[in-house]
Every structure is written in structure tokens, then in C-alpha cells.
């Protein structure tokens, strides 16, 4: 058998009810992840197995907030808002099932080409990815995941951390290369340029 | 902004007596003996944090320690804080400055503008770690004086999240931010040719 489960192979003798069971050298499919019945929520970076750990409370309330605040602002609008856990699967060519290497959890994702939704997630970039930074598990968020955001062309892509109180936003330039914002804080408000109007007051973000 | 406050005579022994409202230069600041730590931006009072973190300072220490190393032998030295910093706008006279900053690390290359009270003009290169609670004041306040008075590089650690973000100044005399750097990494500075901060030491020392 090749390192990746094919499709075809996605049967009841594939599925995996432990995630100690997994190999966690080997490189998967989103076929294979399809297989894995266990609780733990994990990610596919390149075929690699990516754990996450359970969200903090404050991070939550801030997550919650801004869901709410896209979610107000896009009503009668054409993007979606969506909040983890909720599946975004990053494909080179094929949309196969088992050419899919990368599926991410973003913590807050803002799409508008509703046509890469379907009812087990997004298949394709979302236009704006919002990740909530969590002390101890940044290198994938700032690293391995900003890498993938960029590759695929997500246009912005926003880090937010609740223990700073900061908000920094990458946008996608000419060239397909993320462009810093300054880190802002309280007192500040923060735009979009793919949400034209949209305005996030940061003090409403992190106010207790 | 008002009129500064000018009453020079009279030391100032505790925080409490001063009017926060007031504007303050240099020579008010010179007058205060308490023991609590201040800044003046603009005239204005900013009451440092309560005394730093462990977790600050071993940051702190960590990235003192690498700049120190690589400056041995070089011109250029390096300050932590407490360390005054005078941010002059025209006349260099005590009364006339309004901005005093203590950056918790800053690099000097133009080594005559430091004199006994510590440093009078922009750094090369400021740095400051993020204290929860405190970092209006760095990252807004803090970030326009360095910008303005074009210190060159103002570098910004968070010890909790693990993250380096360094701002450079552009031709234009704008900060440019890099993208924040995490464990894993290594970051280099357009000053200090050669020297190569890791972060895995500074975050995991």
C-alpha cells in the first residue's frame, strides 16, 4: 500500500477511531482525514498531521465578536462568514479527495465566491482568514500557515491576539506577497479592503 | 498643547502630587524623586507599568545579551532600561524637551549622544517588549514619536505570544512592518550587518 489511501480505499476498514493509531510520519490525504472518526481536531499542512489543542476561553469571546461583527456586516450581502470547526481545503489541481493535502480550521473565514462552498466545507481560498493567536501554538499559525494563505492567494489573512490586545492584517500584493500592517491596538479601527465600509473597532473587540 | 508647567524650585517627592493634566519638559521631569518609573510624551505623563514581567524580563535580558555579544569591539553600544531617552525637537535645553522615552533595549551608533543622563536624540534601534495591559502605549504613542524623530528600526517582542515584529524606516521616513517572526526563526537588522537574532533562544532560553 502507498503512503496515501487512495478514494477507492475509503471503506469501513480504513476508518480510525484513535488518532493514536495515525502515523504521524507519514503524509495524508483529506481521503484519509475522511477516515478519522476520533474527537481530536487535527489539520493537513502538505499531508502532515497537525494537532489542535482546545481554544482558550478569552479566545472564543474575541472570535465570537468578530464573527458577529463580519456576520452583521455581510446581511444581504454576498460573502459568508464562517467560523471553526468548519473544514477549508487548499487544492493544486485536482479537487479529489485524495489530491488534497492541505485542510485547514481557520479560525474565522470570510468568503465570497460561493461557489467553492459545499456541504462539507470550502474547497479553495477564502477570501479573508482571520486566526486567533493562542500562546504555545503560533509557529503553525504564523508559519506554516501563513505560508499556506499566502501560496493560495487568500487575500488577507488576520492575526489577532487576545493576551497583546493587537490586530495585524496581511494583504496579498501585486507580486502574490503578504504585506504587513502596522500592529494596531485599542483606540484603533481596522478596514478591509475585499469588505468595502466594513470598520472593526478594536476596542470593541477587546473590551472585557 | 497648553503652556508647559514651570516650577523648577521644587522637588516633587511623590507621584500623587503632580496634576496629570499638566504638560511637563525635561527640567519638571529632572525635579521628580519619587520611585515610580514615568515617560513623557509631549508633555504628557505615562505611568510605566508595574514593574516588568520575569517573563519580560528574561526577553529582555536574552536580547540584551545577543546585541551586547555582537557589539563587542564595534562602535555602536547597547542600553536597557531604565535608560532616559531625549527626544529633542529644536533647542536641546531641558526646558525645551517634552518627549522622554525608556525603551526597555535601544542601540546608539552616534555614541555623542550619550552623555551622563543617558541618550539625547533617536536611537538606531529601539525595542520594546509588549506588556498586556500597556500596549497602547507602545504601539501607538511610542510608535509615532520613534517614527517621527526617525529612530531606524523599532523592533516590538511579545514574550507571550513568542513574536518579533520589526518596523524599518522607509526612504520616505515611514515604518515599514516586516511579518511577524515566531519560534523557528531567525531575524537580521539593515544596522547591525552580520548579526542574527534567534528566536528560539530569546523565546526558549
Redesign the interface.
Known sequence: MTEHLSYKETNDKNKVVSLEDIDLSLTYSYASYLNWLFDDRVELILGKIYKMGAPSRPHQKISGKISYFLFHYLRNKTCEVYTAPFDVRFHTGSKADNDIYTVLQPDLCVVCDLAKLDDRGCIGSPDIVVEI?S?GN??KE??NK?QVYEEFGVKEYW?V?P????F?K?TLNAEGK?Q?????????RVNSDVLSGFELDLDEVFKD | MSGPYHNLNEKVLSLEDIDLSLTYSYANYLTWLFDDRVELIEGKVFKMSPAPSPLHQEVSASISYSLYHYLKNKSCKVYYAPFDVRFPKESLADKCIYTVLQPDICVICDTSNIDDRGCIGAPDIVIEI?S?GN??KE??NK?NIYEEFEVKEYW?V?A????F?K?TLDSIGK?Q?????????KVYSEILPGFELDLDEVFNG
Open positions: 493567536l500562546p503560533n509557529k504564523l508559519f501563513y492575526v491576539s493576551s497583546e490586545k493587537t495585524l496581511y503578504y504587513a500592517s502596522k500592529l494596531f491596538t485599542l483606540g484603533e | 509588549l498586556p500596549n497602547i504601539l501607538l510608535y516590538v511579545s507571550m505570544e513568542k513574536t515584529l518596523y515604518y512592518p516586516s511579518r511577524l517572526f515566531t519560534l523557528g526563526e
